[in-house]
């Protein structure tokens, strides 16, 4: 009998195996984001600021189509103005690119994102 088969066979069972565990991490974190812990405080700067900068500033920046979204005049753009702190999901600036709004066909938020603006909102839409 060839002892040398079963130990490879084993071998690329366990890479496998590894592969799934690790793809089975992936999908867990991204639904760990999707369920937003209510009670997480998030920072203007350090949770919304990246969202504008992966999907919106390639319009929404100086020059260019209003509300400029870049870092440094994005809160100045979108607060108040943007912003309904009595009703947070009437702001425009939640509303507006939310994945079940029908217009802003551009480019809209994901999910999360939208989540995370929301909770952002009310939170106060702070500058932090
Ligand atoms: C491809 C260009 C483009 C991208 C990318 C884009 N937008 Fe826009 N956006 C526009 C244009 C053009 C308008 C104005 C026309 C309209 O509202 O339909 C607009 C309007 C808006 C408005 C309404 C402003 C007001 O005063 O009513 C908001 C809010 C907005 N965008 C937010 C975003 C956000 C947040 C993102 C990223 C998730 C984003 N946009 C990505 C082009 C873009």
């Known amino acids: 009998m060839n002892h040398h088969i079963p130990s490879k066979l084993l071998r690329i069972a366990a890479v496998f195996f590894m592969a799934m565990i690790a793809i089975t991490a992936c999908e867990y974190e991204t639904i760990e984001i999707d369920e937003l812990d209510p009670d997480e405080v998030l920072s203007f700067s350090g ?5 504008f900068e992966k999907s919106c500033t390639s319009c929404h920046r100086p020059g260019s189509t209003s509300p400029d979204l870049t870092a440094d ?3 100045n753009s979108i607060v108040p103005n943007l912003i309904d702190l009595e009703n947070p999901e ?3 600036i939640y509303n507006t690119p939310n994945p079940s709004s ?9 999910q999360a994102e939208a989540a995370q603006v929301l909770q952002w909102i009310k939170q106060g839409a702070e500058n932090n």
Do not use: M, R, V
């Open 90 to 92: 009437n702001s425009t």
């Open 102 to 110: 029908g217009g802003h066909a551009f480019q809209k938020y994901t």
């Open 73 to 75: 005049n994005a809160y």
């Open 47 to 51: 949770d919304i600021i990246p969202i």
